[in-house]
């Protein structure tokens, strides 16, 4: 692999150089931050993958208590009475980032994704591992609910009471008590409240 054209520092070189595609903001690399990033990323790792599979004694029992135990430990914000289901993967790298409020509910294999390549640097011909990460947050408002396999991307929320249908993607903020559906997710419907009729 060529020396990156990048002015940057031994560490961003090296790294460069045996495979890594690093991004510009990591020029100024230091080993203490590779080290420290190391550390961060293999704790954040090991409970994440505690809170995807928290099983009781190897049992099917689904103990959503213990996944937001291990959740909160990474640093994600977690109300009460929530509901968080199996291969759930909630903030890959920037744990703190997400917060959950209370009586939420997220079904089973969805992801909650705060990063992303920051896409409007990419040109023809380049490679999208040199484009910078974006870090952006994601807020569940209470009482809403994120159906199985659904996606959600940095820096949504989902309004209080709302539902995102199974399997969808959603890339922009979803409106109090809607329910969206598709990739990427549109609104379908508008929950009523108690004294209107449904049409």
Known sequence: MNRPKEKGSFWYY???????????????????????SFIKDYKNNFLAQLAKRSFFLGSTLSLHWTRQF????????????????EDCIIGLYHAEKITIEDNVA?????????????????????????????VQPILLKKGCFIGVGSIIMPGVTVGEGSIVSPGSVVAKKVAPYTIVQG?????????????ENIT
């Open 14 to 36: 090296f790294f460069c150089k045996i495979g890594f595609e690093l991004p510009p903001q990591y020029k100024d690399i230091k080993i203490s931050f590779v080290l420290m």
């Open 106 to 134: 997220i079904a089973a294999g969805c992801i909650l994704l705060e990063h992303k390549r920051d896409i409007s640097l990419l040109r023809y011909g380049g490679s999208i591992m040199k484009c910078n990460y974006l």
């Open 183 to 195: 990739n990427p997710a549109k609104e379908i419907f508008k929950i009523p409240k108690t004294d």
């Open 70 to 85: 291990f959740h909160r430990l990474r640093g994600c914000t977690i109300g009460k009475n929530t509901r968080i289901a």
